[in-house]
Structures are given as C-alpha cells and as structure tokens.
C-alpha cells in the first residue's frame, strides 16, 4: 500500500487537471494518518488557491467559530485533514465558483483516506461533499442537515460556511440552537481524548 506521505507527495505534483484550471494546479489540502477529525469540503476559492492555506479566509472564520476551535487546532494536521472534493480552484461563474472538478474524487481520495484510520468524525460540508458522501437524490441540503442526528456521531452534513449562506442561516436558526452546540462538544471531546 502507497504510504501517506508518498500520496501527498504524488498529489503536490497533480497536473491532471492543468489544462482545465484558470489559476492552474496548487493542490490545498491538509493531511495525517494521526487526525481524528476530517473536514470534507468542495474546492478552494480563489484566495485560498493562491495562498495554499485551507479555509483562510471568512468562510475558514466562519468554520472555525462553528467548531469552537482557534486557528492554531484548526491547522493542526496531526488533529484535523481537510480534504475537500476538488483540490484546484474550479474558477468561477455569474453566480460563485465552479464545481470541484469531477476527476478530483475519483483519483485521490479513496487512497488518502485508506490512510487515515483514526479518523473519529466527519464533517460534510457542503452540496458537493455531500452528494459525495451521502443519498442526496431524496434529500435537499436543508432536509439533509435537519437529519444530522441520524449520522451521529461519525459524521455530520453542514452547510458551506461561505458567505453565501447567510441567508440560509437566517431561514435554519435551529442549527445555531441546536446542531452546533452538539458539534461543539463532540470535537471537544475528540480533541481531549486525542491529548490524553
């Protein structure tokens, strides 16, 4: 079996999708066959791409306020993987950023997360992840998310953090109220036991 750290390498070096990208291939993901919690994502904005740093920007501020969690846990490969469903930013349309491309998936991810067994939690973030990771054919993101009681405690859908979603968070205060505070408790939980 391919070790982690060759993936990643073989990952860092990914031209697959060159010709399709319009900032071209730089790979942002965050990895170890240590993390207990897994972030999976759709694909870096334009911002992220360029900085190389997942979540670095308000959508990242967003995520990190939902988990209860400061940046220097969030970027602790040891604890957390971020591995979204496209590494290369997509580009972008009238209405936001393009779709993870579709090659992305199939290519890596099976292998990464073979070697990431301590994983403890999931976190699905977004249309794109979760029609990845779950049966979203009967279920809308809101129907999904409002069932997130029937994944606990191994994995749990959320909507995307962007700013794009306020709106949504406006119409749902039930996940404020009731799905983040659990979150919250959980990852706590993780993350100690993880210390001891």
């Not at 390498?9 to 919690?37: F, Y």
């Not at 209860?68 to 950023?97: H, K, N, Q, W």
Request: glycine share 6%; aromatic share 8%.
């Amino acid at each position: 079996m391919t070790s982690l750290n060759t993936l990643l390498a073989e990952v860092s070096r990914c031209q697959h999708c060159a010709s399709s990208l319009p900032l071209g291939p730089n790979p942002v993901l965050q990895c170890s066959a240590s993390a207990r919690i897994l972030l999976a994502g759709q694909a870096p904005g334009k911002k992220v791409q360029r900085t190389g740093i997942p979540f670095d920007d308000p959508s990242g501020n967003r995520l990190r306020d939902w988990l209860g969690i400061s940046r220097e846990v969030f970027y602790d490969a040891t604890a957390i993987a971020i591995l979204p469903m496209g590494f290369c930013y997509p580009g972008t349309t009238t209405s936001g950023d393009l779709p993870p491309r579709p090659e992305c998936a199939p290519r890596w991810r099976e292998p990464l997360l073979a070697q990431m067994k301590q994983v403890e939690l999931t976190l699905v973030l977004g249309k794109y992840a979760q029609q990845y990771h779950f049966d979203t054919k009967t279920h809308s993101l809101t129907e999904l998310v409002r069932s997130w009681k029937d994944f606990w405690p191994d994995m749990v859908p959320l909507p995307h953090p962007s700013p794009r979603n306020n709106r949504w968070l406006r119409q749902n205060p039930w996940f404020e109220t009731e799905l983040l505070p659990e979150l919250k408790t959980r990852i706590k939980q993780i993350l100690q036991g993880r210390d001891q």
